[in-house]
């Protein structure tokens, strides 16, 4: 892999301050989404980002974050890859991650790739026939890398990954746009040689790529970091400027 399955450090961190002002939505008909518009005067026409997330799904922190990139003028859906199945957050060390993704909470909700593939093309007709998206940006966090990574072949032409897992070699050796990871200098997930194994990758397939590494942090600071420690609070800020960079200038 490129990076390792998820873990107890998926779930763990901080709720974030704000006041969502998205709307939610049925993707499909059948899948919880949360749209974040931008100001017409900002917007950056027939362009999108399609966040999706970490194990906690759609909750406070994804919300205030895909209005944050709306602010920004990208029009932002985020999906419920889990089927309304999201795992709540700081679960107990003992937490079962094979069984929930292998069968769901209640044994007939799987989170594999052969049900949440269908979920993310839903979402991508979504924001191409509803929404107008010509140009599409795949933000992926932790659990939601790996479908990035699998959807560039579907209509995302630029990712970003926050802090990855599950993403295998072959999907990483497959994507066929521009890429950027931030990463945590504490991560047992995505840890130094997996960064190097993916760095390798991504220079063999001759994309453009970037990988930032931000120190003194762990596994889900960009999503789920505590805000109120000055180092942790940067490094959020920083990876949310790095995605938006990133995006502006490989997608605009």
Request: glycine share 10%; proline share 6%.
């Amino acid at each position: 892999m490129a990076s390792n399955a998820p873990r107890q450090c998926c779930t763990v961190g901080v709720k974030f301050d704000g006041e969502p002002t998205g709307t939610t939505i049925q993707v499909g008909g059948k899948y919880e989404g949360y749209i974040a518009k931008p100001a017409p005067d900002t917007e950056h026409k027939g362009v999108g980002l399609l966040y999706i997330p970490d194990v906690i799904g759609i909750w406070q922190n994804s919300k205030v974050m895909a209005d944050e990139f709306a602010a920004r003028g990208y029009l932002t859906l985020v999906l419920d890859i889990f089927n309304g199945d999201p795992i709540p957050l700081n679960r107990p060390a003992d937490f079962d991650f094979v069984s929930w993704a292998t069968k769901g909470s209640t044994g007939d909700n799987p989170h594999t790739k052969e049900f949440v593939d269908p979920i993310v093309l839903e979402a991508i007709k979504t924001l191409k026939e509803e929404y107008g998206v010509t140009k599409l940006g795949g933000l992926g966090y932790c659990f939601g890398a790996k479908y990035v990574a699998r959807h560039y072949k579907d209509g995302i032409d630029v990712g970003y990954f926050a802090h990855p897992s599950y993403v295998d070699e072959d999907e990483l050796e497959a994507i066929t746009g521009p890429l950027s990871i931030a990463a945590a200098e504490t991560d047992g997930i995505f840890p130094a040689e997996k960064r190097h194994k993916s760095e390798e990758i991504l220079k063999k397939i001759g994309v453009p790529y970037q990988i930032n590494l931000y120190s003194g942090v762990s596994h889900g600071f960009a999503v789920r970091g505590d805000l109120s420690k000055k180092l942790e609070k940067y490094a959020k800020e920083q990876a949310f400027l790095q995605a938006v960079a990133w995006f502006d200038a490989h997608l605009i």
